[in-house]
């Protein structure tokens, strides 16, 4: 037998022989997440905070951070970058997201408090705005799930005008939680009554109120203003949720059922869900009779009647 048949039978046995217990375990923690820190500074004078997060993690989940930290930027010649602006609470989020694909932090404890219940959804706000901002489009479809169906569901959690102007403040344009939150306030305009998730702490959402945020937030009054005219077209296909999502529409979500045990409070201080009021011409708040066909010059200057 030639040399050459003997290697060529040999590569052969090798190709079909068993894979070796060592083969079958998972890769080492430094194979995994590399052994490369980039160091990332949060918030401002007296809220800083410093995060060491492994590189290759990090990038591998952000198109931002790849971009920033794979280049031939300052922030990737050091290994670190700054955002004096960013919130180190969503930050914290964010890295919990990342290292162990969990949002338990955005959990409600059983024993919540109704500003406790406040503070979380700002959070979740905060943290979909960061979500945004780093283009992880998973965490802000996940964040999202949990914001829509609390604020839906429950009181405590309800998405007044302050927290819809905590979203504006925390996000960009073209953000899906914008989409949402004024999808709210268009029924809230739209529907006989206010529904109680529509409803604030101090009481129910006024004309006056509305026409106060509009005319303090501009991007407020003309995504209203749209909101308000697209109100007849026939809504989109898929679970509600799904259309404030950023991933590729599909028959199921692919998110779906992913943080139930977080979307909810299980026992506190809110246990009786919001029950919505059913669509109509015009909406009586506090009394007044409001025509659903407002023109944006009325609304601007607080005239809605």
Sequence with gaps: MSRKSGVQRGNKQASHEKPTLLSLLPPLFSETFGTEIVQITVGGDESK?????????????????SAMFDSNFLEAVTSSASFPEDDPSAFEVLMEWIYYDSLKSVGLSSRHTQEGAQENMR??????????KYCIDELADRCL?????????????RLDLGMI??????????????KYAISELAEAVATTSVPARA?????????????????QNRDILDDL??????RSQPPLSGSAVCQFHLHPKAAVCPYAGMDEDLIVPTTGIDE??????????????????LDVTIDKQRLEHGVLH
Excluded: W
């Design 165 to 178: 102007g905590v979203i504006y403040a925390a996000t960009g344009p073209v953000s899906m939680a914008r």
């Design 225 to 230: 203003f749209k909101a308000i005219t697209r």
């Design 199 to 215: 409803r604030s702490i101090s009481g129910i959402i006024t004309a006056l109120g509305i026409s106060e945020t509009c005319k």
């Design 272 to 289: 009786t869900p919001v029950i919505p009021q059913k669509t109509a011409n015009t909406v009586d708040v506090e009394g007044q009779g």
């Design 123 to 132: 959070k979740i706000i905060m943290t979909l705005g960061l979500a945004d």
């Design 145 to 157: 799930t949990i914001l829509y169906h609390r604020s839906r569901n429950y009181v405590s959690c």
């Design 49 to 65: 905070r410093t995060f060491n997060v492994h590189k290759n993690l990090l990038v591998s989940k952000s198109r931002f951070f």
